[in-house]
C-alpha cells in the first residue's frame, strides 16, 4: 500500500470516527473486518495517534481557526486537518508541504473546495506559527 493510499485509510478511520461513540480500536477492528482494512504500521500510528492527542491538535486547530469554532468546521475538513496536525507535529520524515498538499488533495476528493482553501489556508498558518 502507499503512503497516499495508507493516508487517505488513515482519514476515513479518523472520518468515522467523528460519527461514532466506540472507542478507536473498535473503529479500526471493525474496519478490519467489514472494509477489508488491511493494517498498516502508518495508519495505526498515525490513527490512533489523532485520538492520543486530540485536545492538543484540537487547540491547534481552534487557535488557528481564526473567526471559526471548531463546532463549524465541516466534519470533513475537520478530520482531515487532524491528519495533517498530526503529521506535521509527530511524524518526522513527512515534510510539512507534503501533509499540506495532501491534506488539499483529501479535501478536493471527499469535500468542496471552499474546504479545500480553508485547510490550506489554516495549515499554512498553523506551519507559519510553529
Known sequence: MT???AREEAFILTFE????S????????????????????YIERVFFGIFENIEE???IIS???VGWKIGRISKTALSVLRLAIFEIKY???IPASV??????????KYAT??????????????????
Open 3 to 5: 503512503r497516499k493510499m
Open 17 to 20: 470516527k467523528a460519527f461514532s
Open 22 to 41: 466506540d472507542d478507536v480500536a473498535e473503529i479500526f477492528e471493525i474496519a478490519k473486518e467489514v472494509r477489508d482494512l488491511e493494517p498498516d504500521e
Open 57 to 59: 491538535i484540537d487547540g
Open 63 to 65: 487557535e488557528n481557526a
Open 91 to 93: 511524524c518526522e520524515g
Open 99 to 108: 501533509s499540506v498538499n495532501e491534506a488539499v488533495e483529501l479535501c478536493k
Open 113 to 130: 473546495k471552499e474546504d479545500s482553501a480553508f485547510v490550506n489556508g489554516l495549515l499554512s498558518t498553523v506551519i507559519k506559527n510553529s
